[in-house]
C-alpha cells in the first residue's frame, strides 16, 4: 500500500523559514510528478508547486520564495519555504501523480502538515 508522510510544519514567525518533506513508500517514485498542495481554512485546495523532470512550476505568490526538490534515491520530496508570510498558513499536502494511460491517472496524497505563520 503506497504511503506519502509529510513533515516539517509548525509555527514560524514572518519572514521565517520551513523546509517541509515527503517520504514516499511502496511507490516508484521517479516514475511520479510531485507537488505540493496547500489548504487554508475556508478555501480551496491550491497547487503551490510541482516538479517532474522539466522545470518545475509555482504557484505566483510563492514564486521567489519557495523551493521543491525531489531526491529521488530517498524516494523523498521537499519544499523550501522561505520569507514565509501569514497568508501562506495553510495545511500542507504532499501528492503523486503519474498519467497512466490517457483516460487513467494513478494519485496519492499525504496526510498533510500544519504550516502555521505568525508572530
Known amino acids: 500500500q503506497v504511503h506519502l508522510v509529510e513533515s516539517g510544519g509548525g509555527l514560524v514567525q514572518p519572514g521565517g523559514s520551513l523546509r517541509l518533506s515527503c517520504v514516499a513508500s511502496?511507490?516508484?517514485?521517479?516514475?511520479?510528478?510531485l507537488n505540493w498542495y496547500r489548504q487554508a481554512p475556508g478555501k480551496e485546495r491550491e497547487l503551490v508547486a510541482r516538479?517532474?523532470?522539466?522545470?518545475?512550476d509555482y504557484l505566483d505568490s510563492v514564486k521567489g520564495r519557495f523551493t521543491i526538490s525531489r531526491d529521488d534515491a530517498k524516494n523523498t520530496a521537499f519544499l523550501q519555504m522561505n520569507n514565509l508570510k501569514p497568508e501562506d498558513t495553510a495545511i500542507y499536502y504532499c501528492?503523486?501523480?503519474?498519467?497512466?494511460?490517457?483516460?487513467?491517472?494513478?494519485?496519492?496524497w499525504g496526510q498533510g502538515t500544519q504550516v502555521t505563520v505568525s508572530s
Open positions: 516538479i517532474t523532470n522539466i522545470p518545475s
Open positions: 501528492n503523486a501523480d503519474l498519467q497512466v494511460s490517457p483516460w487513467r491517472k494513478e494519485d496519492y
Open positions: 511502496e511507490l516508484r517514485f521517479i516514475n511520479y510528478a
